[in-house]
């Protein structure tokens, strides 16, 4: 079997953060493997590493990753900035979106998209035609269109601040969505919102990583694979089962 | 005794010894510089021309200048060569050629298509203006003013104690005088359109605004030049200063607002593609603006000035707070690359109780650019129940990059509000990760986020399809976006690695 029917694969990933003496080992070694139209979810203690794997995976600039190689679509990735990985078609929703004061949400959907038509060797949306795209979006995720003129992210409660990663996801159409808590601080309408707006998403040619400590998104989100990170490594590797053995029992029996 | 020899054993001209700005024969000329020009600038020239002897020329230590080098601008300070000669100096531009009708339709704005008047080397040029109804446009020498308007013109000339400012009033050819009579309410703002001619020229350009009882008007001004094509091929142009003195008088309930797009912002060129890109030309070049004003009771006054910068760029605003009621508010948005520098000098006045002045000033610098701003709010004794801040925050893009700040409190009165404050920062790597993660190569990441720091002081010029603004997408507001957005994709450099990795 070739590395490229596998949408992503990590493998030995070792990454540490700091310089000298504050150097900390975060990663100690992942290996995930995601196919084409598979939905795999993480979960895992808290300080684990699971941001810190989502993070690494979209570019962060902070983080150095000693060994191991990241594959999408079977090209290491590692090299490549956090831009040129967005437009390849990875997404991160983030477990904390920020604040952005004084640049304007919708403006800005609207500069990201046309960054991946560009990339795609596609001319730039007219402004009119993506504000039709962007209304559209916006109501299948229950969204009011006064979050057009707001600022990204700013004055957000938490579970609109997530609800607008959602949003971009939507717009931008990411191959790799990793979702970072996503479902954290939604209230239980809000969640049936964000699960319509990723089982949307879901489908061949796609892929979506969870990161999450519940089972409540799972059961809106089938996932095929589950997989449990903890101490800077996956210790356990299962079907959608395996959750819900975690959300009886924690995660104690995983790590001893 | 001729007043040129009272003043030239002082050598008040002399104090910055490698560069003597004017020489003594050069001084001696101004007295009959000023004899000579027309009668009716005589008092108002006269006025400046001792103020300036008072104060002398600007020197090294000079808390006016703080944070400039004087010897940067001292060698302009000569007089303008129609001035050494007085029989020269007929009102015509010193160099170059007149705008044409392309450079002056280029440089229109929306909301300002039929209300403009064209300045040439800060002298008005009215065939070639068209004031908006509701002001009246003139010259000194022609306008026979109120006895007390003359007055208080007569005493900002005599009080000044900028040397820059005095300067200009001694040697502007013949002050621009706008109008806005009692309760008039102008539809259109008033455009200004300075062009500069030449390489090596000095211009100054004294303005006087009187805004009537209750009158409300908006003037805009840009700068272009018109130097590059001036400049015969082969000859090497040298920068030219540019003095710009505007004076603004608002009697009690009048409203102005004076919303200023530097030079550096657009150049004639850039627009219609008949005069030269003028780039080069303006990063050469020395700006001095000055707004003084004196807001009686109730009056209101927002004054935006927003550029990015030059060879030197200093922006005064000497405000007064004289009837009770009045606002001022004062802002800055500036975007610096290269070794451009601009400096702001603020000096508000609450001379009487119950006024508030605002000031903010944003500056982003990059490369190796320096910005300033000297502000500070004076509270007379009597001016009880004043509010008054100021906030001054700086954008630091590049280690090499300089922002300075000195907010001031003198205050004499005990029952005020008074803040001031100043940051400095580098932009927020989680925000720039955040955009680019979206897609945006680093370069828009950093430009939007820049625009985002100082859209805040940009919003107060209103947006366009406000109302008072001509929905479109050349308002005067977004002119001021472009200017500094273009600035920003065009020279803005990228995160350095040790930056990002930090
Ligand atoms: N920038 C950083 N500086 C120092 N330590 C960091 C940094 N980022 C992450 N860490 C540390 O790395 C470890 C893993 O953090 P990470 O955010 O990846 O955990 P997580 O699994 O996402 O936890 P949670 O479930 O709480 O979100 C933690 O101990 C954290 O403190
Ligand atoms: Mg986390």
Redesign the pocket.
Known sequence: MTTATYMLEVKGLEAT??EDEGI?Q?LKGINLAVKTGEVHAIM????????????IIAGHP??RVSKGEVLFNGENILELEADERARKGIFLGF?YPVEIPGVNNAEFLRMAYNQRRKAEGKEEADPLDFEEILDAKMKTLDMDGRYKERSINEGFSGGEKKRNEILQMAILDPALAIL??TDSGLDVDALKIVAGGINRLRGPGKAIVL?T?YQRLLDYVQPDVVHV?SG?KIVKTGGKDLALEVEKQGYDWLVK | MTEAAAIAPKTMFMREPPHPAITPSQEAAIPRWIAEGPAALADIRTAAFNALKKTGLPHTGSEDFSFIRVGEFLPHLGPPAAAANPATGAIAPTAGRLPTQADIQGQLVAEARGSYLVLVDGTYVPELSKPGNGFQVSTLSRETLPADLRASLVRVAAEETDAVAALGMVFSRDPLVIQVAAKAVPAEPLLLLHFHTGSGVRSDAFILYHGGKLSEARVLARHASLADSATPPGAVATGSMENVHTVALLDDGASLKFLEAGAGAQSAGAQTGTAGSGENTVNRDIHFRKLTARLHRDSRLLAISAHTGSRLTRNSFSVDLAGEGAEAEVDGATVLTGNRQSHNFVRIRHLVPHCVSRQHFKSVAADQSRSSVDGTIYVAKDAQQTNAYQLINNLMLSDEARADSKPQLMIHADDVKCSHGATSGKLDPAQQFYLESRGLPPLQARALLTVAFIAEVLEKAGKSGEAGATPGSDGFRDILDHALLDTLKNRLPAASEGERHA
């Not at chain 1, 895992?44 to 993070?55: E, F, Q, R, V």
């Open positions: 953060i700091g900390t975060i895992g203690p808290n300080g684990s590493g699971k941001s810190t794997l989502s993070k902070d983080y477990q970072d808590e990161i400590h990170l800077g």
